[in-house]
């Protein structure tokens, strides 16, 4: 428990305060440049907190919890859900299915602080080097303008957007470890 409260604390910061500048970036903004250096931020941020030391989050029991992270207007929470047994919800991805193979251990709803319809975060476990790659030939369709689209051996980072830069898709691969497809509408 204690290490999926300081990954999830880690998280929410990291994605959160990456994503609110980037909703901000957009309005004043319309630029792929300034979207690419905020994910680029999140993915430095997200990948520090997903170093996990190979520390099994899934064989925990599901718990919901509410983080007051003092960020938004009201002060923003932030709900999150751990364990094994957690449902992936298409609707929370922009209508993505869950990638073949992989184990949904953590889903949080950054919606409030964000100000947005939608912002969920799914962190999976079994996401390889293939089903990353098949995930972002799907999301594709959806998600067209690709801001950035790198894969090494071990790692891979696919963030995308829709044509009107309303709705954007981060994928964070990490062979091994844990990874997360983010969703922001």
Same mark, same amino acid.
């Given at each position: 428990?204690?290490?999926?409260?300081?990954?999830?604390?880690?998280?929410?910061?990291?994605?959160?305060?990456?994503?609110?500048?980037?909703?901000?970036?957009?309005?004043?903004?319309?630029?792929?440049?300034?979207?690419?250096?905020?994910?680029?931020? *999140?993915?430095?941020?997200?990948?520090? @907190?997903?170093?996990? +030391?190979?520390?099994?989050? $899934?064989? #925990?029991?599901? !718990? %919901?919890?509410?983080?007051?992270?003092?960020?938004?207007?009201?002060?923003?929470?932030?709900?999150?859900?751990?364990?094994?047994?957690?449902?992936?919800?298409?609707?929370?991805?922009?209508?993505?299915?869950?990638?073949?193979?992989?184990?949904?251990?953590?889903?949080?709803?950054?919606? *409030?602080?964000?100000?947005?319809?939608? @912002?969920?975060?799914? +962190?999976?476990?079994?996401? $390889?080097? #293939?089903?990353? !790659? %098949?995930?972002?030939?799907?999301?594709?369709?959806?998600?067209?303008?690709?801001?950035?689209?790198?894969?090494?051996?071990?790692?891979?980072?696919?963030?995308?957007?829709?044509?009107?830069?309303?709705?954007?898709?981060?994928?964070?691969?990490?062979?091994?470890?844990?990874?997360?497809?983010?969703?922001?509408?």
């Amino acid at each position: 428990m204690k290490y999926i409260l300081i990954m999830v604390v880690c998280l929410v910061l990291s994605l959160a305060g990456c994503s609110g500048r980037q909703a901000s970036e957009l309005r004043n903004n319309d630029t792929a440049s300034g979207l690419e250096a905020n994910y680029k931020a *999140e993915a430095e941020q997200s990948e520090k @907190a997903a170093d996990n +030391s190979g520390y099994d989050f $899934t064989q #925990e029991d599901t !718990q %919901e919890m509410v983080i007051k992270t003092g960020i938004g207007e009201d002060g923003g929470d932030v709900t999150v859900k751990t364990g094994g047994n957690i449902a992936w919800d298409p609707e929370k991805v922009g209508g993505l299915p869950q990638p073949e193979g992989v184990t949904v251990f953590m889903e949080m709803d950054m919606s *409030e602080i964000l100000g947005k319809n939608f @912002a969920y975060s799914y +962190s999976v476990t079994g996401l $390889t080097k #293939e089903g990353f !790659q %098949e995930y972002i030939k799907l999301a594709s369709d959806t998600f067209p303008k690709v801001i950035e689209n790198t894969l090494s051996d071990a790692e891979g980072t696919f963030i995308a957007a829709t044509e009107d830069n309303e709705k954007q898709l981060h994928v964070r691969f990490i062979e091994g470890n844990l990874s997360y497809i983010q969703y922001i509408d």
